[in-house]
Nanobody
Framework: QVHLVESGGGLVQAVGSLRLSCTAS???????MGWYRQAPGKQRELVAS???????NSADSVKGRFTMSRDNAKNTVYLQMNSLKPEDTAVYYC??????????WGQGTQVTVSS
């Protein structure tokens, strides 16, 4: 089992920046890690992902503003969020998908962007 711990959420004004971190208890056999978000009344959606090989993917709504990266030595992935908008307000969740397709979730961290 993999435990994921997120940090870095908070309250920020529009056009500001935040960096989220997600540390895994182990990176053994993790195929992909991703950041998802869920706003009130909306479905959870993929924000960005990164494979074990380093390939990244991001939602069109955050392209050019959010960047996902990883530090394998620290078992940590990051989501650098710039030019934040009020519509980015959501609970952000870290996700890990194992080579055998089992998925794990973090507890979530709240990001609130004020206008």
């Amino acid at each position: 089992q993999v435990h994921l711990v997120e940090s870095g959420g908070g309250l920020v004004q529009a056009v500001g920046s935040l960096r989220l971190s997600c540390t895994a208890s182990s990176n053994f056999a993790i195929r992909t890690m991703g950041w998802y978000r869920q706003a009130p009344g909306k479905q959870r959606e993929l924000v960005a992902s990164i494979t074990s090989g380093g390939s990244t993917n991001s939602a069109d709504s955050v392209k050019g503003r959010f960047t996902m990266s990883r530090d394998n030595a620290k078992n940590t992935v990051y989501l650098q969020m710039n030019s934040l908008k009020p519509e980015d307000t959501a609970v952000y969740y870290c996700n890990a998908v194992m080579n055998w397709a089992t998925s794990y979730w973090g507890q979530g961290t709240q990001v609130t962007v004020s206008s």
